[in-house]
């Protein structure tokens, strides 16, 4: 590709050392479940040692409890696989246990049978590098969150959140089960892990930073100030009226999550998104333009301003991940 600013380097884990230098932000993708303990360990001991003072570590691994049942198959898997040496041949064989047990199983009255039911249809669809990455790998060592968290915190490192932010929101699950958890949790991590139990939750990729770093939790929606928009809702009726207070809705195709609202600013701001899905443009200019756009209608009965509205708006919209968020926007070509 003609980049001059990145290197590559070919290396374990086990080697890194403090020559690299700091970093802004590290990423372990894929590797924390899937390595040894002492690998573990060094993969915390290099964040803490080698982030920046505001930087920021990604890590992934794989969860309990949902990786509980997973984790049963995948040993059934090793134990079927064990007498063929050919890579090739143990994932057609684990292709193959998974087949007969899908097909063998009784689901009717038969607990065993309705949980591998949902498992073994997600297994039929990964692809041979994925399978064999989860099942096959030597090591595959699930955790529970607040086990992760304990060890991050051994090493100077703190729980900052996920890279997905909906996920963290205790609002997205049902409000009984929001309001239990409000009384079970006795704080952030608590929360975390309960929302585990509730979801069977079977992968994390979480966000740490330095213990000693100071954080604002709070979201505001000032915070968009400075950052890009992009939905791809669409509008249910693509001709409403921009000039009324009529309520329209815009709809989420791959969840059919359904957005309503009723204030003429807002939907066309909506609108806009929706017609250069998946371009972006920055909070102020599309505020700017959902007014112009509705004539300068707008403003509340409380006298709020356009942005100020939409800002919210926006803001409950990424909570339930309906809206992206840029701090540099990708450059996209629309067909």
């Avoid at 329209?248 to 609108?271: C, M, N, R």
């Avoid at 403003?299 to 339930?320: F, H, I, M, N, V």
Wanted: charged share 25%; proline share 4%.
């Amino acid at each position: 590709l003609g980049l001059a600013n990145i290197r590559l380097l070919h290396r374990s884990i086990l080697d890194v050392d403090p020559s690299l230098g700091v970093f802004d932000y590290i990423i372990a993708h894929g590797v924390f479940s899937w390595v040894p303990e002492a690998v573990q360990e060094k993969i915390f001991e290099f964040c803490r040692r080698q982030l920046t003072w505001l930087g920021i570590a990604f890590v992934s691994y794989n969860t309990h409890p949902g990786w509980l049942l997973r984790g049963m198959l995948r040993d059934m898997m090793l134990d079927h696989t064990r007498r063929f040496e050919d890579s090739r041949q143990q994932i057609e064989q684990a292709r193959a246990l998974i087949q007969f047990l899908a097909d063998e199983v009784p689901t009717k009255d038969n607990a065993y049978g309705m949980l591998l039911a949902r498992e073994l249809e997600d297994m039929r669809k990964w692809g041979d590098s994925y399978l064999r990455h989860e099942s096959l790998e030597d090591v595959n060592e699930p955790l529970y969150f607040h086990q992760f968290v304990a060890r991050a915190n051994a090493h100077g490192l703190r729980y900052l959140g996920e890279s997905e932010f909906h996920t963290m929101l205790v609002g997205n699950l049902s409000s009984t089960a929001s309001a239990r958890l409000g009384l079970l949790a006795t704080d952030q991590i608590d929360m975390e892990q309960y929302m585990d139990f509730v979801r069977n939750r079977t992968f994390r990729q979480t966000l740490l930073c330095h213990s000693e770093v100071s954080l604002d939790r709070s979201v505001k929606a000032a915070r968009l100030d400075d950052l890009h928009v992009a939905s791809p809702l669409e509008p249910k009726n693509p001709r409403m009226d921009l000039e009324s207070d009529e309520t329209e809705q815009f709809i989420h195709g791959p969840s059919g999550h359904v957005v309503t609202v009723h204030q003429a600013a807002l939907k066309a701001a909506l609108l806009i998104l929706s017609e250069i899905w998946p371009q972006s443009l920055p909070f102020r200019e599309l505020g700017a333009l959902a007014l112009e756009r509705s004539s300068g209608r707008g403003r509340s009965a409380a006298s709020e301003q356009p942005t100020d509205l939409l800002g919210e708006l926006l803001l409950r919209s990424y909570a339930k991940n309906l809206v992206v968020l840029y701090v540099h926007p990708p450059r996209v070509t629309a067909s």
